[in-house]
């Protein structure tokens, strides 16, 4: 059954397309009245119609009512879709562009023979569009814009921006008195390593008070959907979100289906049918009619605990056989931040960072770690400022005069960022990076290596046995620049032969190893090192970042350098 509200919609594109065809003014506006009309009533539409008093409203022709009743009964309307099939596609999204109505794209379609954005835009570009009757060089520069923006807005976010959005309304829900629970869900909950849109839900026996202070909210540039129950707002940066509001006790099993995924959430409803039951974000109901399954939860746990299971963590829904691991109580006890003890791979002011050694040591002994890695760039990195031989061991003379300084609990640990040349020999000597306490090894340049050359480099440079950890292994940079070509499973391989770490780099537009790789090589026994690549201070607190990875990843604790103590990490060392 079709609601009323998505019944209008439909009649609403109806007009949409009619007009685009050129059709009878008065056949147009029947549909969009008719759309109006149905968004005004105040009876229930399946009534209406059972009881065929919807023709008694005026405004409401037979026709009308005829392609109501059948979209009310079937979803779906074979006149409004052969309409739709009969014009082009890519019409659909000219019409999309703020201030391009059907009239303006009718005329774009049938004067200047656009019927795409890239037509639109080549049209734009070429001054055509300004020529025609009604549009004018204003309306050419503000349909580029709008085709700009819709890139914008199609695009998908790095966690750490969505979630500076998020963090703000999720607090400005909490305060509302009205608000009984809120949280955020979808993809941001999982931490994907980028996000689509923003899910916000919200427990409140008094939703318009909530959808009021959403679409209000100080940001929102344009309100998408603003519903009893449902708003979607978006914001300059093209970021969208949805509010829902639900009763309390339907909040937790609302949070569970819109945390999702959609494959883990399949997976929850296929348990649920072989245990009796159907799944929804209402709750569980019993096939056979019986009552409410955990009726009101009060947590997500009892939603779990109905189809027999332990709480999933967040992270694990992706479908990735965390349900059957549940089932067998064997799910990961998952790493987290308050496990580590210090952090590796770091810069100063020596290369390319913001900070000295002192205020780095600093603001590491703030956070309470007991160690913090430093490894500047090697000499080749000379855009990054990098050090030879000769700065690099003053560097060594001065941390180790800080350590014994003690002026701080903290200890720095001596290292470098050491440069993978072009067949994987290091930018240092073996003598040389034998003084070091640690050695970090990353590519830096020749991202367009084949697969082969590049797989066999980086893991030369795995088996030279002075290289602890390899960095940032793909190169790739979120939404800006690809990994490069590359055998991850030959590397993986590769670093558990020879006992290296790959570091988890947490800087957030990088997240390098994709999360995706690191069960596989967590159960090749492969260790990691949850890395913040710190370029100053603040950015020590990107190991936040690589933490959320890490547990996206399955890992445990011990399967991180980092949670262990000084004496342990520098007995891995070799030191
Ligand atoms: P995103 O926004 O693309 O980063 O990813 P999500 O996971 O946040 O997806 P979104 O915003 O479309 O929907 C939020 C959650 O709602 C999703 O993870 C699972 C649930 N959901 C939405 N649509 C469906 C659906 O068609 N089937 C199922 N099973 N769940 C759905
Ligand atoms: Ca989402
Ligand atoms: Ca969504
Ligand atoms: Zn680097």
Not at 46 to 56: H, R, Y
Request: charged fraction near 25%; glycine fraction near 8%.
């Amino acid at each position: 059954m079709m609601a009323k509200s998505e019944i209008a919609a439909v009649l609403d594109e109806i007009a949409t397309l009619l007009e685009l065809m050129g059709e009878n003014p008065f056949k147009i506006r029947a549909y969009s009245a008719g759309a109006r009309t149905l968004e005004s009533l105040t009876e229930d539409l399946g009534e209406l119609i059972a009881t065929n008093k919807l023709e008694e409203i005026p405004g409401m022709g037979e026709a009308l009512v005829d392609k109501i009743t059948t979209l009310h009964r079937d979803g779906v309307l074979p006149f409004h879709q052969k309409l739709k099939a009969s014009i082009p596609p890519g019409l659909l999204e000219v019409i999309q562009i703020p201030g391009l109505g059907p009239k303006k794209v009718r005329a774009l379609w049938t004067l200047l023979n656009i019927d795409d954005l890239a037509k639109l835009e080549a049209a734009c570009t070429s001054g055509a569009v300004a020529e025609l009757k009604g549009f004018g060089e204003k309306t050419q520069v503000k349909i580029l814009e709008g085709i700009k923006n819709r890139v914008a807005y199609g695009k998908r976010h790095r966690w750490y921006e969505a979630a500076e959005v998020a963090e703000p309304i999720l607090a400005g829900l909490r305060a509302l008195p009205q608000t009984q629970r809120a949280e955020s869900a979808g993809s941001l909950r999982r931490s994907r390593e980028t996000v689509g849109d923003l899910d916000f839900l919200v427990a409140s026996s008094d939703p318009a008070i909530i959808m009021a202070w959403f679409v209000a909210y100080p940001g929102v540039k344009e309100v998408t959907a603003h519903g009893e129950t449902k708003s979607s707002v978006r914001f300059e940066s093209g970021l969208q979100a949805d509010l829902r509001v639900v009763p309390l006790e339907q909040f937790y099993f609302a949070l569970h289906h819109f945390t999702g995924s959609k494959e883990h959430n399949v997976a929850m409803r296929h348990r649920a049918l072989s245990r009796g039951l159907s799944m929804s974000e209402w709750g569980f109901k019993s096939l056979e009619g019986g009552p409410a399954v955990a009726p009101g939860a009060k947590d997500e746990a009892e939603v779990f605990a109905a189809l027999g299971l332990p709480w999933i963590p967040p992270e694990l829904r992706e479908g990735n056989g965390e349900i059957e691991a549940g089932e067998k109580d064997q799910l990961p006890q998952l790493v987290e931040f308050t496990d580590l003890r210090g952090v590796f791979h770091n810069h100063t002011t020596e290369s390319d960072g913001d900070h000295t050694l002192e205020q780095m040591a600093a603001a590491a002994e703030k956070l309470g770690w007991d160690y913090l890695g430093i490894s500047d760039h090697s000499k080749s990195s000379f855009q990054a400022r990098g050090l030879d031989e000769e700065r690099l061991g003053r560097q060594l003379e001065a941390v180790a005069k800080l350590n014994a300084s003690g002026r701080f609990k903290v200890r720095v640990l001596t290292g470098s960022e050491v440069d993978i040349l072009g067949e994987g020999e290091l930018d240092f000597a073996n003598d040389v990076l034998a003084q070091l306490d640690f050695v970090v090894a990353s590519v830096h340049n020749r991202f367009g290596l084949d697969r082969d050359a590049q797989t066999a480099r980086i893991i030369k440079a795995i088996e030279n046995e002075h290289v602890d950890m390899v960095g940032h292994l793909t190169g790739r940079l979120l939404n800006k620049r690809e990994p490069y070509e590359l055998d991850i499973a030959k590397v993986i391989d590769a670093a558990a032969a020879n006992d290296t770490i790959i570091e988890l780099n947490s800087n957030p537009w990088r997240l390098d190893m994709d999360w995706r790789w690191w069960r596989r090589a967590a159960e090749k026994g492969v260790l990691t090192s949850i890395n913040p690549d710190a370029h100053d201070i603040e950015q020590l607190a990107f190991a936040a970042h690589g933490v959320r990875i890490a547990r996206k990843g399955w890992l445990t604790k011990e399967q991180v350098l980092n949670t262990r103590s000084l004496a342990e990490v520098l007995k891995w060392l070799g030191r």
